[in-house]
C-alpha cells in the first residue's frame, strides 16, 4: 500500500519556521519524484517544490523564492520542506505528492500518482 504521510505542520507567527516531513512507502523512492503542493481556502492549488529520484535535481515554484527549501533523506524514505520568514499568505493545507518517475509532475499536477492526507500550517500574524 502506497502511503505519504505528513508532519510538522501547526501555528507560526510571522516571520517563523517550520520544517514539514514526509514519509514515503509503498513505492520505489529511489526512482520517484516527491515533493510539496499547497492549497489555501477559495485559491488554487500551488506547486511548491519537487525532488527528483530520491537525493537528485530539485525544482521550485515561483513564489517560493529563497524562503524554502526541500531536501530528503533516502535512507529513510523522508522528504523535508523547510520554511522560513514565514507570512500569513502561507496559510494553507500543505500536501506531500509523489509520481512513480521523477518529477514530471511538477509541469503538471495531473500527473501526481499519489498525495497525503495534508498537514495545515497557519501563520499568524
Known amino acids: 500500500e502506497v502511503q505519504l504521510v505528513e508532519s510538522g505542520g501547526g501555528l507560526v507567527q510571522v516571520g517563523g519556521s517550520l520544517r514539514l516531513s514526509c514519509v514515503a512507502s509503498?513505492?520505489?523512492?529511489?526512482?520517484?519524484?516527491v515533493g510539496w503542493v499547497r492549497q489555501a481556502p477559495g485559491k488554487e492549488r500551488e506547486k511548491i517544490s519537487c525532488i527528483d529520484s530520491s537525493e537528485g535535481p530539485t525544482y521550485y515554484g515561483d513564489f517560493p523564492k529563497g524562503r524554502f527549501t526541500i531536501s530528503s533523506d533516502s535512507a529513510k524514505n523522508m522528504v523535508y520542506l523547510e520554511m522560513f520568514g514565514l507570512v500569513p499568505e502561507d496559510t494553507a493545507v500543505y500536501y506531500c505528492?509523489?509520481?512513480?518517475?521523477?518529477?514530471?509532475?511538477?509541469?503538471?499536477?495531473?500527473?501526481?500518482?499519489?498525495w497525503g492526507q495534508g498537514i495545515q500550517v497557519t501563520v499568524s500574524s
Open positions: 505528492a509523489a509520481t512513480l518517475y521523477g518529477c514530471n509532475w511538477f509541469q503538471d499536477t495531473s500527473f501526481i500518482h499519489y
Open positions: 509503498g513505492f520505489n523512492f529511489e526512482t520517484s519524484g
